[in-house]
């Protein structure tokens, strides 16, 4: 193996470890929940406040580190996004309230949205065209692991050391992560001058809180309130003033430019349908086996695997395929698979069927493995190469927005057949014993949740469509990009 080589692939073994320990740290606080809460002594909105906080500052901050790391060079921002990290994480672990917990997980989120927001543009730089598919399936199966080793790992932590052990278990990858980052990257940057477009920063992470508080705070406020009322018009606002700046400014936060690229475009319509349609997959089936079936916090997990583990070989060769026959059928023909995974989930029934639960899953998660990796290339691809950086914050934000929707309508939809507070302990596992009444409307609102979400993958398929056009920009970059030039030597 050349030098050349060797160092690309030390590059995406930091990256990647960097976004496990960021996806573990997600999913651990969720199993984590219910004894955080007893510990702290603080209420469910306050408990559920620890994850909405995190998504809203990882979301706020991806776009304007995508253009830091154009500017200021990838290296500096990643590793400035994990000190954050790290820190804030051990800080979680010491809190002494609930207010303060939320605090520390907003600045958390900040530095994963740091890290994220230039962990692909690291990789596509390094990896030549006809491997990227290849790494990105690769990075994309530490998020599965971290998705498999959270619960199971939160799980033995909580029982034996308590909930502070979720957050204090992560600060020594983190470290690890930095050192190694700090060995093999290469700093890079493309302007030599940038002004950071705060104006235009205000305007859309206001915007974009106002909007996930509205659709967090909805059932609790009421949605005809004139808290959510005002929240929404603020939405509205912000966000149409945010457009106007970014359109009149020379160095934007958001380069609408980009939108001209019609793969680029269509690439994020599917990114926000794909993700609002799979995000809630595990909170629709976490409401159905804890709330329905009253199975255990374990055992219900246990369950959960099959919709992670087949990533963990779908992914790699998701990306490979990709790189052979082109992202665009791969995104098609695994968004089609998880619309048939979804549908069937639709049709659960009151008693527990392993087969009809597990099959699905693993038909999704086959469908994943060859749609995510295949769907980040097709995006990243069509943007200039000296603006993916621009280009991978506003794919991750699309993401992340489209995720805090996913879990919002599904939390709506399953309230709409049960009062609210026993939605949510179903969720964090403490409903206790529920009558065959509500346990039947629990089952009843899963099922419309599965068949609803199914409309967004036929939202996601029509988009996909226009990936199969030949994309004129794409062919530009691999023809003046010199890596690509030194590869066809």
Not at 150 to 170: D, E, Q, Y
Not at 231 to 242: C, E, G, M, P
Not at 334 to 351: K, T
Not at 455 to 473: D, K, N, T
Request: charged share 10%; aromatic share 10%; with cysteine.
């Amino acid at each position: 193996m050349s030098e050349q080589s060797a160092k690309k692939w030390s590059i995406l073994a930091a990256v990647t470890l960097v976004s496990f320990i960021t996806n573990v740290d997600a999913t651990i606080v969720i199993v984590g929940l219910p004894k955080l809460m007893q510990g702290l002594n603080i209420t469910v909105v306050t408990g559920l406040w620890t994850i909405t906080s995190y998504i809203i500052t990882s979301t706020v901050f991806l776009l304007p580190a995508g253009r830091w790391s154009d500017a200021i060079g990838t290296k500096r921002i990643f590793m400035i996004g994990l000190i954050i990290f790290t820190i804030s994480t051990a800080m979680c672990g010491f809190a002494s309230s609930g207010t303060i917990l939320v605090i520390y997980r907003f600045v958390q989120g900040v530095g994963a949205a740091l890290a994220l927001a230039t962990a692909t543009p690291i990789i596509v730089r390094a990896f030549p065209q006809k491997e990227l598919g290849r790494a990105l399936g690769i990075n994309s199966t530490s998020w599965v692991i971290g998705s498999i080793v959270g619960p199971v790992v939160g799980g033995a932590l909580i029982n034996g050391f308590g909930w502070r052990s979720i957050f204090f278990v992560t600060v020594p990858f983190g470290l690890i992560g930095l050192i190694a980052s700090g060995v093999v990257l290469q700093n890079t940057a493309h302007q030599s001058e940038h002004k950071t477009d705060w104006l235009g920063m205000v305007a859309f992470g206001g915007g974009l809180v106002a909007l996930l508080l509205a659709l967090s705070e909805g059932q609790a406020w009421g949605w005809s309130s004139a808290r959510i009322l005002s929240l929404f018009a603020a939405t509205v606002i912000l966000l149409a003033a945010f457009v106007l700046v970014e359109l009149q400014i020379k160095q934007p936060l958001f380069d609408l430019k980009l939108l001209l690229h019609g793969h680029f475009s269509a690439g994020l319509g599917i990114t926000l349908s794909y993700s609002i349609g799979y995000f809630a997959t595990t909170f629709l089936l976490t409401l159905y086996l804890q709330g329905a079936l009253h199975l255990n916090p374990l055992d219900a997990g246990l369950l959960l695997i099959p919709l992670s583990a087949p990533q963990l070989f779908m992914g790699p060769l998701g990306g490979i395929l990709a790189d052979k026959y082109g992202p665009a059928r791969l995104v098609l023909i695994g968004i089609a698979l998880l619309a048939v995974g979804g549908l069937m989930l639709g049709f659960v029934g009151p008693r527990l069927a392993v087969t009809a639960i597990v099959v699905p899953q693993l038909i999704m998660s086959v469908a994943t493995g060859l749609a995510w990796p295949s769907l980040t290339k097709a995006v990243l691809s069509t943007a200039p190469r000296e603006q993916t950086g621009a280009a991978s914050g506003m794919f991750f934000t699309f993401r992340n927005v489209g995720m805090s929707l996913s879990m919002t309508l599904a939390l709506v939809i399953a309230e709409l057949s049960v009062p609210p507070a026993v939605a949510s302990q179903a969720f964090l596992g403490t409903a206790g014993v529920l009558n065959a009444q509500v346990e039947s409307a629990l089952v009843h609102s899963t099922d419309i949740g599965f068949r609803w979400f199914v409309l967004f993958y036929i939202v996601a398929l029509v988009l996909g469509l226009f990936l199969l056009r030949p994309h004129r920009q794409e062919q530009m970059n691999q023809v003046t990009s010199p890596q690509a030039n030194s590869e066809s030597l």
